[in-house]
């Protein structure tokens, strides 16, 4: 199994960026895909779920009308598209799919916002 994310890079505030996630070594179809960020000195948290069937997806709150999550199951991608981009994102990011009680988890990549 592997998660490779991409897309990560530094920019202002109010800018945009798209996170990519490639999976790899499991069906990918079948399983729900989430981002999550980690900040320094903070933990780590659940930015953005997508389901595997429907589709569905769910936001934290901090980034509720900002940011998009979707996927491409022939390509075996999730994406986060992050608009209105704050300081308070600067984080890694990490994509994450949860499967017979254990964890699997990109490298993550660097999002810096700033001026």
């Known amino acids: 199994v592997q998660l490779v994310e991409s897309g990560g890079g530094l920019v202002q505030p109010g800018g945009s960026l798209r996170l990519s996630c490639v999976a790899s070594?499991?069906?990918?179809?079948?399983?729900?895909m989430n981002w999550h960020r980690q900040a320094p000195g903070k933990e780590r948290e659940l930015v953005a779920t997508?389901?595997?069937?429907?589709?569905?997806?769910s936001y934290a709150d901090s980034v509720k009308g900002r940011f998009t999550i979707s996927r491409d199951n022939a390509k075996n991608t999730v994406y986060l598209q992050m608009n209105s981009l704050k300081p308070a994102d600067t984080a890694v990011y990490y994509c994450?799919?949860?499967?017979?009680?254990?964890?699997?988890w990109g490298q993550g990549t660097q999002v810096t916002v700033s001026s």
């Open positions: 997508i389901t595997s069937v429907y589709h569905s997806t």
């Open positions: 070594g499991f069906t990918f179809s079948t399983y729900a």
């Open positions: 994450h799919f949860w499967r017979g009680g254990r964890n699997y």
